[in-house]
């Protein structure tokens, strides 16, 4: 069974921009949850969806937003990007919201300069 | 509030034995993970604990203690491959929400 996958893997902005990041599930996986992950605060979470339905949202401005499409794949992004913002965006994906365990992809490094 | 503590780093001997322990404040308590991350790489999925007790799986084991909100990962035999940094995260029971520690990060010496 494939892994979770995430698109694209790096990516440079400018301070300014706006980015869109994907994420595949795991076949049969029905919830999705996105987490930042820079060195000093380690991996915070940024939001959880389950039937195309957000279920969760961490404490992140409003320029973070996301969606999930009805085949379980979500995007997130991420509007009037700021030097702050780069950092390893994760994806994990789980069989149902708030059961089990979350498997994760190989992350999106965001460079913003 | 919601607090996850956790060493921020160790260091121990291949062949030796290593416990990695975790506290945690929630509001809600659903389960707790742990985690293995290399440098560079993905978090991948070791444990779960919903329940008090140990649940051992091959050279891993990991301890749950809901009253004293208190979790150990136990590796055993330790590899050079072992070196990474180890997640304890907690699932709230409101609403669906994951919550990480901060990471131990484990350095195996030969």
């Known amino acids: 069974k494939a892994g979770v996958t995430q698109t694209p893997r790096y990516l440079i902005k400018t301070r300014g921009q706006q980015v869109t990041l994907s994420c595949s599930p795991i076949?049969?996986?029905?919830?999705v949850s996105w987490y930042q992950q820079t060195p000093g605060q380690g991996l915070q979470f940024l939001f959880e969806y389950f039937s195309e339905t957000q279920r969760n949202k961490g404490n992140f401005p409003g320029r973070f937003s996301g969606r999930q499409f009805s085949n379980s794949r979500s995007e997130m992004n991420v509007s009037t990007l700021e030097l702050g913002d780069s950092a390893l965006y994760l994806c994990?994906?789980?069989?149902?919201?708030?059961?089990?365990?979350?498997?994760f992809g190989p992350g999106t490094r965001l460079t913003v300069t | 509030g919601q607090n996850i503590d956790q060493p921020t780093e160790m260091t121990a001997t291949e062949g030796a034995i290593v416990q990695i322990n975790c506290t945690y404040q929630t509001s809600g308590f659903n389960g707790l993970f742990w985690y293995q991350q290399h440098a560079g790489e993905a978090p991948t999925f070791l444990s779960y604990n919903v329940l008090d007790g140990l649940e051992e799986k091959g050279r891993f084991s990991s301890f749950l203690s809901r009253s004293k909100g208190y979790s150990y990962l136990l590796l055993k035999e330790l590899q050079m491959k072992d070196s990474a940094s180890y997640l304890c995260?907690?699932?709230?029971?409101?609403?669906?929400?994951?919550?990480f520690g901060a990471g131990t990060r484990l350095f195996v010496k030969a």
């Open positions: 076949s049969g996986h029905r919830s």
């Open positions: 994990a994906s789980s069989l149902s919201a708030g059961e089990g365990e979350q498997y």
């Open positions: 995260a907690v699932r709230d029971t409101g609403g669906f929400k994951t919550i």
